[in-house]
């Protein structure tokens, strides 16, 4: 058990039922078994607030969702890795608009890389989170290998493998390829319907001991993050931790 990789949770995942009770909320995620969480932005918590409950239920913050990094807004980053005592932040989407050319993967890259600088210089790594655009064939050419191309190497990959496997690419091929650039690893499961719901992790059609098994070397954590579900979303939240757990698949608390 010692050897296998933590388990948080994507906030995101509980907005709705944040914004009613947030501190209730985070209190039964600690109560799950997760060991940490991932913020996103805009939190009903406030940063303060929400970085002191995150430390009085032992849950560590491993990494936040951030708005894209420019100078206009580095004081917020800042603030965001202050409050939660990160050494990295992650940009969770850029519009499929962006992903459509050669052209635009390019520039698209081109700007990451001029954020990444930017976390860079103020003592942070910056990641990006994809969604299935970033997946798809381009005259013949996996997007994904396009993007490695141009994207400098200090950009990291949270690698969500269920977009991936929308996308029409094996995620656990992708891991495999990626390797350590991809050290966060979102972990949601479905009927690979990009617009349909979610299952909880293990559910759905998603081979997850596979995609565990492809990254055990590489990922520093696991993240359970679900956009939408036909059940409950906390009832969810709670099996998708129970299955990774029970099966040996990621580390919780419990």
Known sequence: MSGL???????????????????????QVADMGYVGVEPYGGMPGGLENSASLFTELDLQVLNSHVPFPDEANAADLL???????????????????????VDKIKRTCELLNRAGQL????????????????????????TLDLMLDELDESVFLELDTYWIQVGGLE???VLRQVGARAPLIHLKDGLLDPQGDM??????????????A?????????????DRCATDMLEAVRDSYTYLTSNGLARGKK
């Open 214 to 226: 492809a990254s055990a070397e590489t990922a520093d954590w696991y993240i359970v993050e679900l």
């Open 5 to 27: 990789k933590p388990l948080a949770l994507q906030l995101y995942s509980l907005r709705e039922a944040l914004a009613v009770d947030f501190e209730g909320i985070v209190r």
């Open 199 to 212: 299952t909880a992790v293990g559910g759905g059609k998603m081979d997850v001991p596979g995609i565990v």
């Open 171 to 173: 995620a656990a091929d």
């Open 79 to 101: 603030a965001i890795a202050e409050a939660y005592d990160l050494d990295r932040v992650c940009i969770a989407y850029m519009p499929a608009s962006e992903f459509e050319t």
């Open 119 to 142: 976390a860079s210089d103020n003592g942070l790594q910056l990641g990006y989170h994809n969604h299935w655009w970033e997946y798809k064939q381009l005259n013949g050419t996996a």
